[in-house]
């Protein structure tokens, strides 16, 4: 999911936050991100949706984090065969898609 602050002049109080919350739950990961309508955030990888609702509370309780909070998704990664579709992909045989926007 995309953890973003409701206020963004609050995203290095929101990182810090996070980064403590991490050092007790070594199955939480961080990647920072951005978006054009949320601003800077970070993509928080969780082990279900009850692990994400208890940090997401753990977040507002304990640093007084209010967030928002995107629709969790998975990356998908796909095998490129044909060779017309590699070449046009600058020789890349797998791509990583993480946001129907966004191919890596």
């Known amino acids: ?13 929101l990182r810090k936050s996070i980064e403590k919350l991490v050092l007790n739950d070594s199955a939480v990961t961080i990647t920072q991100d951005a978006s054009p309508a949320l601003g800077h955030g970070f993509r928080v990888g969780f082990l279900g949706l009850l692990h ?10 304990e640093f007084n984090q209010s967030v928002v909070i995107t629709s969790p998704n998975v990356p998908y990664k796909i095998k490129i065969s044909q060779p017309k579709l590699v070449k046009f ?16």
């Open 1 to 13: 999911s995309g953890f973003y602050p409701e206020d963004g002049n609050k995203f290095n109080l």
């Open 52 to 61: 994400m609702e208890i940090f997401k509370e753990r977040l507002e309780n």
């Open 89 to 104: 992909h600058n020789g890349k045989t797998e791509l990583t898609i993480v946001n129907p926007c966004h191919v890596n």
